[in-house]
């Protein structure tokens, strides 16, 4: 059987590594985590996959042995009868194997067992042996529960009549959730079914997640609200849910949800006209006012068993009827064109737009096919696709090429369709307003280029052995990585469908379920590149360009040497988002200036985009006549005083962001030399469990793995000290573990290895959970002050004077008050494992807790506001300039960055907060600032080509060339 293990540098359970060894996978049943490596795969699973552990596994394989054992017995029990004498052996041996089957189960879940009752022994008669052994087994299966809250109150109710009735262990009914439990209510208890001893604490946890009345209530609710009144068995659907409705209601004890006469009026108008008069006349008859969905149950029931006596078929055909279809768009179109038979869509088929409009009516008339979208297998009033007309201001919802009208506007109409679309804006913008008026009028100069490059580049897609060779366009202003489903077909790409919603400006959305795919893609740089979660779309309805590079070869010569192939009419079929930031970085550029075209190389290869300002741009004037009596109507219908509304100046806060607010507000002190802040509680009387014994287990593993690395043990050992030195933590009297406090967490703590620095570093485990709490549960994480990385990059490098530092240990200089100080206790011996631990306690703000990247945040930046008016540069590029610990920024003369970066080192001085390990693409820079601050580096002997390039932000910056790059 496999043993986990706990790993205390990471999230593997199969070593104590961490997590930077490599790729991580996740089991679908335990989710446990383990590296690629250690669970023997080369590859990670597909994301449609469903991969367990080898201990899952295990398990699964077990129980289902188990489950054929006991299904051979039942069928023997079953069997005819033998002689006294043999079925007393035979029993015997059955109840022995059952015996061996469970202990053998018990063993592989390494759970302590619990005594089986020996029902042998029960009564002295063996047929009632078998009876109760038959019962018991009947009993054992539970329906099935996926976390619906509908389902809830049969469940539980079905899981303790069974567990009464058979006399089930806890034992045998983590067995029997283990079986039943799926989907979202597996994950909820997915850490708890581990123990027998947590069956009640499973149950509870279900009950509090999915057995709310009012989830109960509102999920039975909305089955009933959705029946359509001009269904032919709406009685019946009525009455079915309705009965259900209240019957569960009056499981969970909540009559109150029943007394609501405008929900008993709103089920009473979706039933026939007819009943709904026998209704009336009921309520009249026995003279009731507020008519509860208890009567109203009551009364319909016989109707319902009425109606199927007559026509018992109703019901199951209606079903038939509302069967809900999920099928693939793509083949809402004909696979080929009904007009050529070639394979294209029916829109773009030349023979169609050849075709007057009276011809093209009959041949879709003929064809069945939609009006409003020219699609297959549907009507339009059925069309998710059908438009407005708007051709000579038609209102009605059909395909424009249908649209009818005369010869002159059926010329002027084909024309506009099948002109392209830089000569529609074209002819649009040179439209001239003849009108005349005696108001003001506002010339706006406009000039119209066709001239723009997009940021296009040709590229192979592939998938198993499938190749498409089409365009890619880099979008950095996506999130998402889109692929066109026709280009997914082709290369047979298969995925998890799911609902995406795409939002474009103006708070444009569409909603549609589109497959999750996998792809390779190689650009001219021949590199292959796997893209993963690239979601699929019907059209992405991308620019088309065409690009001579000869052309501008020849008028270019920052251009000649570059690797870009012409093309015409590329049409690109993939968007490139910033989830692949990584082949939108750009690795070099090649720029002549503001009016020629510009060339970037990205992992991808070479590219050209850009705006060409060329002389043969033609101008055009449009004249706007603007009248000010209409103005001023305008004015006063959309001013926001005339109907007594004001514009909201800042967003309301909720009530986490109002709590955060508080505590900064009441804890934040300055001390003197560094600033003070309270822990980030969500709640003031937050009630931890007894830690203790948790930390000191994690202390003794960690202990054990220090022991087989004897440097990295003396460095744990002198990092402590060096944590008491500095006043970071101290250790707790005697006196002070005899306080009772309120507030007490104990923290497990290991170390981790940063492999681009080769340096460990102490992080404590806030995310530990005992008994389902952890500190970092109790932590509200604060606001998000972090700048925007790529901000900074851009700032970075506007200037030719360019700098790096870093905080040194920015989270232990901001220091946690006195009372909130317990909960960041821990044990520590030295690695002598022969005395008890002694205590200690954090005073600094600490790693791995969810409030501290916050609380530095506000301190640092508090720190800076104090100088706005002193040294202004320098607060704002504290502010600003920022990202976490690190500080980049660039300047445009050396008197501004020498004067700047120096305040900035006095601002973090005042603050507590000492900056270092400043490295420049200047070396007068450096050589103005103080000896400690720079970076070690920065001493080497400036022909050493490595001193060159040092780390920023996760990238290598060359200060010599000043450029950066991604590896």
Same mark, same amino acid.
């Given at each position: 059987?496999?043993?986990?293990?706990?790993?205390?540098?990471? &999230?593997?359970?199969?070593?104590?590594?961490?997590?930077?060894?490599?790729?991580?996978?996740?089991?679908?049943?335990?989710?446990?985590?383990?590296?690629?490596?250690?669970?023997?795969?080369?590859?990670?699973?597909?994301?449609?996959?469903?991969?367990?552990?080898?201990?899952?596994?295990?398990?699964?394989?077990?129980?289902?042995?188990?489950?054929?054992?006991?299904?051979?017995?039942?069928?023997?029990?079953?069997?005819?009868?033998?002689?006294?004498?043999?079925?007393?052996?035979?029993?015997?041996?059955?109840?022995?194997?059952?015996?061996?089957?469970?202990?053998?189960?018990?063993?592989?879940?390494?759970?302590?067992?619990?005594?089986?009752?020996?029902?042998?022994?029960?009564?002295?008669?063996?047929?009632?042996?078998?009876?109760?052994?038959?019962?018991?087994?009947?009993?054992?299966?539970?329906?099935?529960?996926?976390?619906?809250?509908?389902?809830?109150?049969?469940?539980?109710?079905?899981?303790?009549?069974?567990?009464?009735?058979?006399?089930?262990?806890?034992?045998?009914?983590?067995?029997?959730?283990?079986?039943?439990?799926?989907?979202?209510?597996?994950?909820?208890?997915?850490?708890?079914?581990?123990?027998?001893?947590?069956?009640?604490?499973?149950?509870?946890?279900?009950?509090?997640?999915?057995?709310?009345?009012?989830?109960?209530?509102?999920?039975?609710? &909305?089955?009933?609200?959705?029946?359509?009144?001009?269904?032919?068995?709406?009685?019946?659907?009525?009455?079915?849910?309705?009965?259900?409705?209240?019957?569960?209601?009056?499981?969970?004890?909540?009559?109150?949800?029943?007394?609501?006469?405008?929900?008993?009026?709103?089920?009473?108008?979706?039933?026939?006209?007819?009943?709904?008069?026998?209704?009336?006349?009921?309520?009249?008859?026995?003279?009731?006012?507020?008519?509860?969905?208890?009567?109203?149950?009551?009364?319909?029931?016989?109707?319902?068993?009425?109606?199927?006596?007559?026509?018992?078929?109703?019901?199951?055909?209606?079903?038939?009827?509302?069967?809900?279809?999920?099928?693939?768009?793509?083949?809402?179109?004909?696979?080929?064109?009904?007009?050529?038979?070639?394979?294209?869509?029916?829109?773009?088929?030349?023979?169609?737009?050849?075709?007057?409009?009276?011809?093209?009516?009959?041949?879709?008339?003929?064809?069945?096919?939609?009006?409003?979208?020219?699609?297959?297998?549907?009507?339009?009033?059925?069309?998710?696709?059908?438009?407005?007309?708007?051709?000579?201001?038609?209102?009605?919802?059909?395909?424009?090429?249908?649209?009818?009208?005369?010869?002159?506007?059926?010329?002027?109409?084909?024309?506009?369709?099948?002109?392209?679309?830089?000569?529609?804006?074209?002819?649009?913008?040179?439209?001239?307003?003849?009108?005349?008026?005696?108001?003001?009028?506002?010339? &706006?100069?406009?000039?119209?280029?066709?001239?723009?490059?997009?940021?296009?580049?040709?590229?192979?897609?592939?998938?198993?052995?499938?190749?498409?060779?089409?365009?890619?366009?880099?979008?950095?202003?996506?999130?998402?990585?889109?692929?066109?489903?026709?280009?997914?077909?082709?290369?047979?790409?298969?995925?998890?469908?799911?609902?995406?919603?795409?939002?474009?400006?103006?708070?444009?959305?569409?909603?549609?379920?589109?497959?999750?795919?996998?792809?390779?893609?190689?650009?001219?740089?021949?590199?292959?590149?796997?893209?993963?979660?690239?979601?699929?779309?019907?059209?992405?309805?991308?620019?088309?360009?065409?690009?001579?590079?000869?052309?501008?070869?020849?008028?270019?010569?920052?251009?000649?040497?570059?690797?870009?192939?012409?093309?015409?009419?590329?049409?690109?079929?993939?968007?490139?988002?910033?989830?692949?930031?990584?082949?939108?970085?750009?690795?070099?550029?090649?720029?002549?200036?503001?009016?020629?075209?510009?060339?970037?190389?990205?992992?991808?290869?070479?590219?050209?985009?850009?705006?060409?300002?060329?002389?043969?741009?033609?101008?055009?004037?449009?004249?706007?006549?603007?009248?000010?009596?209409?103005?001023?109507?305008?004015?006063?219908?959309?001013?926001?005083?005339?109907?007594?509304?004001?514009?909201?100046?800042?967003?309301?806060?909720?009530?986490?962001?109002?709590?955060?607010?508080?505590?900064?507000?009441?804890?934040?002190?300055?001390?003197?030399?560094?600033?003070?802040?309270?822990?980030?509680?969500?709640?003031?009387?937050?009630?931890?469990?007894?830690?203790?014994?948790?930390?000191?287990?994690?202390?003794?593993?960690?202990?054990?793995?220090?022991?087989?690395?004897?440097?990295?043990?003396?460095?744990?050992?002198?990092?402590?000290?060096?944590?008491?030195?500095?006043?970071?933590?101290?250790?707790?009297?005697?006196?002070?573990?005899?306080?009772?406090?309120?507030?007490?967490?104990?923290?497990?703590?290991?170390?981790?290895?940063?492999?681009?620095?080769?340096?460990?570093?102490?992080?404590?485990?806030?995310?530990?959970?005992?008994?389902?709490?952890?500190?970092?549960?109790?932590?509200?994480?604060?606001?998000?002050?972090?700048?925007?990385?790529?901000?900074?990059?851009?700032?970075?490098?506007?200037?030719?004077?360019?700098?790096?530092?870093?905080?040194?240990?920015?989270?232990?200089?901001?220091?946690?008050?006195?009372?909130?100080?317990?909960?960041?206790?821990?044990?520590?011996?030295?690695?002598?494992?022969?005395?008890?631990?002694?205590?200690?306690?954090?005073?600094?703000?600490?790693?791995?807790?969810?409030?501290?990247?916050?609380?530095?945040?506000?301190?640092?930046?508090?720190?800076?506001?104090?100088?706005?008016?002193?040294?202004?540069?320098?607060?704002?590029?504290?502010?600003?300039?920022?990202?976490?610990?690190?500080?980049?920024?660039?300047?445009?003369?050396?008197?501004?960055?020498?004067?700047?970066?120096?305040?900035?080192?006095?601002?973090?001085?005042?603050?507590?907060?000492?900056?270092?390990?400043?490295?420049?693409?200047?070396?007068?820079?450096?050589?103005?600032?103080?000896?400690?601050?720079?970076?070690?580096?920065?001493?080497?002997?400036?022909?050493?080509?490595?001193? &060159?390039?040092?780390?920023?932000?996760?990238?290598?910056?060359?200060?010599?060339?000043?450029?950066?790059?991604?590896?």
């Amino acid at each position: 059987m496999v043993k986990f293990v706990d790993n205390p540098n990471g &999230h593997c359970r199969m070593c104590i590594e961490s997590d930077e060894k490599g790729v991580l996978v996740e089991c679908c049943e335990c989710d446990r985590w383990f590296h690629l490596a250690c669970v023997g795969l080369k590859d990670p699973p597909r994301s449609e996959d469903y991969w367990t552990c080898q201990k899952c596994y295990e398990i699964a394989e077990n129980q289902q042995k188990m489950e054929e054992k006991l299904k051979k017995l039942e069928a023997q029990a079953k069997g005819k009868r033998t002689p006294s004498s043999e079925r007393t052996t035979t029993t015997e041996e059955i109840l022995r194997i059952h015996q061996k089957t469970m202990e053998a189960l018990v063993k592989q879940l390494q759970v302590k067992p619990e005594p089986t009752p020996d029902i042998s022994l029960a009564q002295p008669n063996q047929n009632e042996d078998w009876t109760i052994y038959l019962k018991r087994q009947a009993l054992a299966d539970l329906p099935r529960f996926d976390g619906a809250p509908k389902d809830w109150p049969k469940f539980k109710k079905t899981y303790e009549e069974t567990t009464k009735a058979g006399a089930f262990t806890n034992l045998e009914n983590l067995n029997r959730l283990q079986k039943v439990l799926r989907g979202n209510a597996a994950k909820t208890v997915s850490q708890l079914l581990i123990d027998p001893e947590n069956v009640k604490k499973i149950i509870e946890r279900l009950e509090e997640t999915y057995g709310r009345p009012e989830a109960i209530y509102n999920e039975l609710l &909305h089955e009933l609200i959705k029946i359509r009144k001009e269904n032919k068995s709406a009685l019946l659907e009525i009455a079915d849910a309705l009965d259900n409705l209240v019957s569960t209601i009056n499981v969970i004890n909540c009559a109150q949800y029943l007394n609501d006469p405008r929900l008993v009026d709103t089920i009473v108008k979706k039933l026939p006209y007819n009943i709904q008069i026998k209704w009336a006349e009921e309520l009249s008859k026995e003279n009731i006012h507020c008519p509860d969905l208890k009567i109203l149950n009551e009364w319909i029931k016989p109707l319902a068993k009425i109606q199927r006596m007559v026509n018992p078929s109703i019901e199951s055909s209606e079903r038939k009827s509302r069967v809900n279809i999920h099928q693939d768009n793509r083949k809402r179109f004909y696979n080929k064109c009904p007009f050529c038979e070639k394979d294209h869509k029916v829109y773009e088929c030349d023979t169609f737009k050849k075709m007057n409009t009276e011809a093209r009516r009959k041949i879709v008339t003929q064809k069945r096919l939609c009006f409003g979208c020219l699609g297959a297998n549907h009507l339009m009033k059925d069309c998710e696709r059908a438009r407005t007309c708007d051709i000579d201001k038609c209102q009605e919802k059909h395909s424009r090429w249908l649209h009818p009208r005369n010869k002159k506007n059926v010329d002027k109409a084909n024309k506009m369709m099948t002109t392209p679309k830089e000569e529609i804006v074209e002819k649009l913008v040179t439209t001239e307003n003849a009108s005349s008026s005696n108001s003001g009028t506002t010339n &706006h100069h406009q000039t119209f280029r066709n001239n723009i490059y997009f940021q296009i580049i040709p590229i192979t897609l592939r998938n198993k052995g499938k190749e498409v060779n089409t365009f890619a366009f880099l979008d950095a202003g996506s999130s998402l990585t889109l692929i066109e489903e026709q280009i997914a077909d082709n290369l047979g790409l298969k995925g998890r469908s799911n609902l995406l919603k795409l939002t474009w400006t103006q708070n444009v959305t569409k909603q549609s379920n589109n497959r999750q795919v996998q792809v390779t893609l190689v650009g001219p740089s021949k590199k292959p590149f796997i893209l993963k979660g690239v979601r699929t779309i019907d059209n992405l309805q991308l620019p088309i360009q065409s690009l001579d590079m000869d052309a501008m070869k020849k008028q270019y010569d920052h251009l000649k040497d570059l690797p870009i192939e012409s093309y015409t009419v590329a049409r690109p079929s993939i968007l490139i988002g910033l989830d692949n930031a990584h082949l939108l970085m750009p690795m070099d550029r090649r720029m002549l200036d503001e009016n020629s075209p510009m060339a970037m190389r990205t992992k991808l290869g070479w590219f050209l985009f850009g705006n060409l300002k060329l002389n043969i741009a033609q101008d055009y004037v449009m004249e706007i006549q603007e009248n000010d009596e209409m103005r001023n109507m305008m004015m006063r219908y959309l001013s926001t005083e005339d109907f007594g509304v004001k514009t909201v100046e800042s967003l309301p806060k909720g009530k986490e962001d109002k709590r955060v607010e508080e505590i900064i507000n009441d804890t934040l002190k300055y001390l003197g030399n560094r600033y003070e802040i309270g822990m980030l509680f969500r709640q003031d009387d937050v009630k931890f469990p007894d830690t203790y014994q948790n930390a000191l287990r994690r202390l003794t593993l960690s202990e054990k793995m220090l022991a087989k690395n004897e440097k990295l043990k003396q460095w744990a050992i002198l990092n402590f000290k060096e944590y008491v030195a500095k006043g970071y933590a101290r250790k707790l009297t005697p006196a002070e573990l005899l306080t009772p406090t309120n507030k007490v967490y104990y923290l497990p703590h290991f170390i981790v290895i940063n492999q681009n620095k080769n340096k460990p570093r102490l992080v404590f485990d806030a995310k530990a959970e005992v008994k389902g709490v952890s500190l970092n549960s109790t932590l509200l994480p604060g606001p998000d002050a972090t700048t925007s990385i790529f901000g900074i990059l851009l700032r970075f490098r506007e200037g030719n004077i360019a700098i790096s530092g870093d905080i040194q240990e920015m989270f232990h200089q901001v220091r946690i008050r006195p009372e909130d100080q317990h909960v960041l206790r821990f044990l520590w011996r030295d690695c002598d494992t022969s005395k008890p631990p002694e205590v200690y306690v954090m005073m600094v703000m600490i790693f791995g807790a969810t409030c501290s990247p916050a609380c530095a945040q506000i301190v640092k930046k508090f720190n800076a506001r104090k100088f706005e008016k002193t040294h202004p540069a320098a607060a704002t590029a504290i502010v600003k300039q920022h990202y976490v610990d690190d500080y980049l920024d660039s300047f445009h003369t050396q008197d501004e960055a020498v004067q700047t970066v120096n305040d900035v080192i006095t601002i973090h001085e005042k603050g507590g907060f000492f900056i270092r390990n400043f490295i420049s693409n200047k070396r007068e820079l450096l050589h103005s600032l103080p000896e400690n601050r720079l970076m070690d580096s920065n001493k080497k002997d400036i022909t050493d080509k490595e001193s &060159h390039v040092e780390r920023v932000l996760g990238l290598h910056w060359n200060t010599q060339h000043d450029y950066l790059v991604t590896n």
